[in-house]
């Protein structure tokens, strides 16, 4: 009972890891990219309209590519487990011995005696099934990953460069000048950053302080850049 709670709490803990690893990916290019390009429209264009529908197609284009990344990075995981599970089932049908002196081996190195060590073996060989996903998991280090990775992986990054990109670019819908609504969304997303910065850092054990710093001021020369480039050029 003890080792089926202890198996659902861990498998929790990387579906949320898994999620958050989606959303950082997602929310960090969404709020510096269209960040980026609007600063740079806003100092070569004299309309926000521009600005609104090259902002909403560069939303709508990195959203799907960068989810369709996410995708393929969950497909190749997924690809990759099914390739090594097949590898090992053959392994097991065809190449036992060798198997058994693997598995021996692992007990060996946990520090179980000789005599633990083939009376375990022997124990978990009896299932083939469970003998395969223990060598899968001890030998190659993989864990068996969850069916619906990829599409989740593919809808958790693309809304949340959609949400992300949405910030920077609102202010440009009810403003019609672009210096004036580029100096909203400075303030405005400058704050985001910094807010997921603090928390992104929190959460991945580095200082919240410098972390949420590093992020603000990475977008912030990101859109300085794209401005300068944009007022030099179209100049």
Not at 94 to 102: D, F, G, Q, T
Request: proline residues 3%; aromatic residues 10%; negative net charge.
């Amino acid at each position: 009972m003890d080792t089926h709670l202890h198996h659902y709490h861990k498998e929790e803990h990387l579906k949320s890891s898994d999620l958050l690893r989606d959303v950082v990916i997602g929310m960090s290019d969404g709020l510096t990219v269209p960040f980026a390009l609007a600063a740079g429209l806003s100092g070569a264009v004299d309309s926000t309209s521009i600005i609104v529908i090259a902002g909403i197609a560069e939303i709508a284009a990195g959203s799907i590519a960068m989810g369709l990344g996410g995708y393929l990075a969950g497909k190749t995981e997924q690809d990759h487990y099914t390739s090594e599970l097949k590898r090992e089932h053959y392994e097991v049908d065809n190449l036992r011995h060798r198997e058994i002196e693997e598995t021996k081996e692992f007990f060996k190195n946990i520090g179980l005696s000789e005599e633990l060590q083939g009376k375990a073996t022997e124990e978990i060989a009896k299932d083939k099934k469970q003998w395969v996903e223990f060598m899968m998991k001890y030998e190659l280090g993989l864990e068996k990953p969850d069916p619906r990775r990829a599409t989740k992986s593919a809808l958790n990054i693309g809304l949340s460069y959609v949400f992300g990109g949405l910030v920077p670019l609102s202010p440009y819908f009810f403003i019609d000048t672009p210096l004036q609504a580029l100096s909203i969304s400075l303030v405005v997303t400058l704050l985001c950053l910094f807010v997921f910065g603090w928390f992104k850092s929190k959460i991945t054990g580095m200082n919240p302080w410098w972390g949420a710093l590093r992020v603000m001021l990475i977008g912030a020369a990101a859109a300085g850049a794209a401005f300068g480039v944009a007022k030099l050029f179209g100049g």
